[in-house]
């Protein structure tokens, strides 16, 4: 077997938790991180002691970083790990926590992120994000994402056909998903009329298609299902992860990106095939970005997106419930929690316990990260699987 299907060995995920979201707040990153810390003890019933593993990521943590944290809050972990890697933070910690708690590095990881969202907060970060952004993005005047992912919003309609109301299904039914859930920033219904005439931002992305930062926070524990019924955890079953950077290097403008690389190994791990996957929280801080994961995870070809789109509804009680909470486009993009927000909601649904609308006999579920665009292209991916506690399906044919 190839060692990046290698099957982990009765790993969960328990005690999701959410930092509720704001537009912006004065606190600072560190009181976002201890928050999700401190829910985490409090939803698990366990002592901060009993955490001594523990993944941290955030944009506006800065100076310090996770080691630099744990002083802050007075925790003194075996394990370590800061992963600044944006949307894909989340599946990144996620796969090294495994990997820890299955070495006996770690009994208990904590994986968290979060940032705040002062007033010049996003100017400042966008500002000196990469090395790529600053010379070539900031001498077009483009600051930000939103010239990049216009940029590679166009390539994929020009190339592929898609339609500003493909963009808009997906965003509109996101914006359906949100409204039963009470952290949502957005539950106010989007109609697809409203979205296309919507104000530019950067051709051809519209007001909707834009993520909208804000400060929050999300986390989760990593640890052994017999620790998890020992501490009486509702908890779902990491069955397979993959991660992969830079994948495609050689692509002049990205289309696809690194789960195709690697979706084989990530099916073949959990012993499941793409047609056996009940709901998928896909990072989507652009409607773009979903069609792609959605091609390169293996549920259409690729450019058969738009297709797809047009045959299916993505809303939870719908077919193909995509983005349950609302994803980032409804909820928020609380910076480096942007990917932490897909694992919640996964395991969320797979325990019964979702925010809003639950997908019916949820099973399994899949989680897609994203992160840390340059001028053309994002370096970072990422995905997961997980289960309900009660046991997986039966593999489908590919």
Known sequence: MRDAARPYEDIVVAAPVTVPYTRHSIK???????????????????RKTDIDGLAVSSFTLSPDTAVGFTQHIGLSPRFLEHVPMGGASAIVQ???????????????????????????S????????SRFARDAVYPYGSGGPNGSFALLTAHYMRVFGATPQDYG??????????????LALFRKELSLQEYLEARPIADPI????????????????VMRRAMAK???????RLLAAIERHNGYPDDPIQFRGGWALDRAALYDQAGVSPKDI???????????????????LGFCGKGEGPEFVRRHSFTTQGSFPLNTSGGQLSMGQAGAA?????????????????????????????????????YDRGLCSGAAILAAPGGRKKRGKR
């Open 28 to 46: 600072s990153a560190h009181w976002f991180l201890a928050q999700a810390l401190a829910r985490l003890i409090h939803s698990a019933r366990i």
């Open 94 to 120: 996620l796969r090294r926590a495994a990997r820890a708690v299955e070495a006996g590095d770690a009994h208990i990881v904590a994986c968290i992120a979060g940032d705040t969202n002062h007033v010049d």
């Open 122 to 129: 996003f100017r400042l970060n966008a500002a000196s994000f």
């Open 169 to 182: 299904k997906l965003c509109v039914a996101q914006r359906q998903n949100a409204l039963t859930n009470p």
């Open 206 to 221: 519209r007001l909707f298609d834009c993520v909208m930062p804000c400060a929050g926070a999300d986390g989760f524990l």
């Open 230 to 236: 020992k501490l009486d955890l509702a908890h779902a």
């Open 278 to 296: 009940d709901f998928l929280e896909a990072y989507d801080d652009y409607p773009v970005m979903t069609l792609m994961q959605i091609e390169d």
């Open 338 to 374: 942007g990917g932490h927000l897909g694992v919640v909601e996964a395991v969320r649904q797979l325990i019964g316990m979702p925010l809003g609308a639950q997908v019916g006999k949820a099973r399994l579920g899949l989680v897609s990260g994203f992160g840390m665009i340059n």
